[in-house]
């Protein structure tokens, strides 16, 4: 295909010049993903920077959190470690049933995996809030009658992880809500990287004699192994963003209440707090900063997965030929 | 060896490889029974809200529910007017504001940038900012825009959602830029066109009905949306009046009505809930049954999560 189709001494100028126009344009287009992310970063950085300035690294380790004028004080780390913990549960929840769906997605007839596989990703497609809805009016007070009450119960006083008092409103309740979230993303994606395993790989586990799974043991697994820990970590990374549902479900404590001691315990999230404190905070004190702040770490964070989670599925799906490294 | 010697290694083997085949077996049928409660255990929950929605939220549903403006509670007149009217304002602003930027980003990452530097860090960056986490995009709107003109107003949320949108949008694009067979271009080009009216007039008629599949999507995501919401349009219980004054919107409403104590606002709320959903699954069940089995539903599914046709 040749670079340029007009020749110069035939056509007018001026449609050269609509051409490098239209070419600019769309390059503009294309390039304002970068400076939004360049400016959204360095702008969230700027207004921020009193409470970088007022409490440095103690932002990040402290566990104060008050806006009171004249007592303020601010310490991001429950919030960090609420969003970690209950990011960490739902994927530990959520990635084994994840990769459940896209093998029984495989090994199905095409006719019934193709709606399967489509039923899963409509789970996607119910608005966040809506799963904040059920969860907080639904499956909270069935899930503490029959689940947290009993294991409180039993085991309340023997392991540390379930004490507290089982009222619904706490981390588990948020990090469950958040696996059933995350399924949809985790189950597609893998099943994506799954099926780019090359057929020869499947056909020599067979030949061998293996059986369904042990072919999955022996040809999947293996060699889509970098994939699926992207798949993961692109679950993670939709974990770590989800407001709506843990901010309704989560108990929003602040400061050092909200640091996890069990299971059962009212926690915070980075995106909870800001969701639940943007409006109310004062623009004149450091509320604002600080909350902007979380943004900015949450930014971090989030883009730190997301970036890693590409790589790995990225490789994964481009090799597509050869033996197994 | 002798031969009974070798009988009775075969007859051995035979057993230990019986026994063995029966175990496997077994640990296979065991792990397909895994997989399927696995399935099962998905799929409840969907099935869950959809009904908890149906049942809970039909029973509020009338004609002053869905065009009014809210009174107060206790009064007994909770609607969802204005909330309605707003979330349809806010995805029209975000599409006025997000559709052309990510249609011709899209056009440049197909038609354009090819495997260039430029092309591929937009196109990886754009695969990451999809993934941003949307409160972000919120507090990112809320000083770009908030702050600036020094009021909450509508121009903030549309702008915030756009910034949703024209990923998706862009990546939908190209994908189905990409679909389009090089030799319509190739006759385009020996009727003498310019690449411009090439890519305008020929290509984009082509892959028209994959852009408008991932508008569409894309416009469900945004509709659903609360978290950018909360700190640019914030909510109000009247109808729109201008652009620069606070608005509803439906995912603010149902969180509104989830804070307060009164079974009124619980009904109310899953009321809203079955309206956001019937919205959301008209556009998702419509663009699957209008468009989406000739283009397989792969490749726009692979974009919706992230491009996977990393180059």
Redesign the interface.
């Known amino acids: 295909?040749p670079k340029r189709?007009?020749q110069r001494d035939e056509k007018p100028r001026r449609?050269l010049l609509?051409?490098r126009i239209?070419?600019y344009?769309?390059?503009?287009?294309?390039?304002?993903?970068?400076a939004?992310?360049l400016?959204?970063a360095l702008?969230?950085g700027f207004?921020s920077a009193p409470i970088w300035e007022e409490e440095g690294a103690e932002f990040i380790f402290g566990t104060d959190w008050n806006s009171v004028p004249g007592r303020e004080s601010y310490g991001a780390l429950p919030y960090v470690l609420g969003t970690l913990i209950t990011s960490a549960l739902a994927l530990a929840l959520g990635f084994?049933?994840?990769?459940?769906?896209a093998?029984?997605v495989m090994?199905m007839p095409k006719r019934l995996g193709?709606p399967?596989g489509?039923?899963?990703?409509?789970?996607?497609?119910?608005?966040?809030?809506?799963?904040?809805?059920?969860g907080?009016?639904?499956?909270r007070l069935y899930f503490r009658d029959y689940v947290e009450k009993p294991l409180h119960d039993t085991f309340g006083d023997s392991i540390y992880l379930f004490g507290g008092t089982p009222f619904g409103l706490d981390i588990l309740t948020a990090s469950i809500i958040l696996a059933?979230m995350i399924?949809?993303?985790i189950?597609?994606?893998s099943r994506?990287v799954m099926s780019a395993v090359p057929q020869q790989q499947k056909e020599a586990a067979y030949m061998l004699g293996s059986?369904?799974?042990?072919m999955f043991r022996m040809a999947i697994f293996p060699y889509s192994k970098a994939g699926l820990l992207g798949a993961a970590m692109?679950g993670l990374?939709?974990a770590?963003?989800?407001?709506?549902a843990v901010t309704?479900l989560i108990g929003n404590a602040t400061g050092a209440n909200a640091m996890v001691s069990s299971l059962f315990d009212a926690g915070q999230t980075m995106?909870s707090i800001?969701?639940n404190e943007?409006?109310e905070a004062s623009p004149v004190g450091l509320h604002t900063p600080a909350?902007?702040g979380i943004?900015l770490i949450?930014?971090g964070v989030?883009?730190s997965i997301?970036?890693a989670a590409?790589f790995l599925?990225?490789r994964m799906?481009?090799v597509n030929e050869g033996p197994v490294h | 060896m002798s031969h009974e010697n070798r009988q009775q290694k075969r007859a051995e083997i035979r057993a230990m490889f019986k026994s063995n085949v029966r175990r496997r077996l077994w640990v296979d049928k065991i792990m397909v029974g895994a997989v399927v409660v696995c399935a099962l255990v998905a799929i409840i929950p969907l099935v869950w809200i959809l009904g908890t929605a149906v049942y809970s939220g039909l029973p509020a549903l009338s004609w002053a529910f869905l065009t009014e403006e809210p009174g107060a509670v206790g009064a007994g007149l909770i609607s969802i007017g204005p909330a309605i009217q707003g979330t349809i304002i806010l995805i029209g602003l975000s599409s006025i504001l997000g559709l052309p930027v990510g249609i011709l980003g899209g056009i440049y990452l197909a038609e354009f940038g090819g495997g260039g530097w430029l092309a591929r860090q937009i196109r990886f960056f754009m695969d990451v900012f999809i993934q941003v986490p949307s409160i972000v995009l919120g507090i990112f709107a809320f000083l770009a825009v908030v702050l600036i003109l020094g009021h909450f107003s509508v121009w903030a949320g549309g702008f915030a959602l756009s910034l949703i949108m024209f990923p998706i949008v862009a990546r939908a694009t190209e994908e189905a830029i990409r679909m389009v067979p090089w030799t319509y271009r190739e006759a385009g080009a020996a009727l003498g066109l310019s690449k411009m009216a090439i890519t305008l007039r020929i290509v984009l008629s082509q892959a028209k009905k994959g852009i408008i599949t991932g508008v569409l999507l894309s416009v469900s995501r945004v509709g659903g949306e609360t978290a950018p919401l909360i700190m640019t349009v914030v909510g109000s219980s009247v109808f729109f009046e201008d652009m620069d004054t606070p608005m509803d919107a439906l995912p603010l409403r149902i969180w509104r009505f989830s804070l307060q104590p009164y079974d009124e606002a619980r009904i109310a709320g899953w009321g809203a809930a079955f309206t956001l959903l019937l919205i959301i699954f008209a556009i998702h069940l419509g663009v699957r049954y209008f468009f989406m089995q000739e283009h397989g539903g792969k490749g726009l599914r692979g974009v919706l999560h992230l491009g996977r046709k990393v180059r």
């Open positions: 295909m189709w007009i449609w609509s051409e239209f070419k344009a769309t390059a503009a287009a294309g390039a304002y993903v970068l939004v992310i400016v959204m702008q969230l207004e084994p049933l994840s990769i459940g769906i093998m029984l090994i193709r399967l489509y039923l899963v990703d409509l789970i996607e497609a119910v608005p966040s809030v809506v799963f904040g809805l059920w907080l009016f639904v499956f059933i399924i949809p993303t189950s597609s994606i994506e059986t369904t799974f042990e692109l990374g939709r770590v963003g989800e407001t709506m309704m995106p800001i969701a943007f409006l909350l902007i943004g949450l930014l989030g883009l997301n970036v590409h599925v990225g799906v481009k």
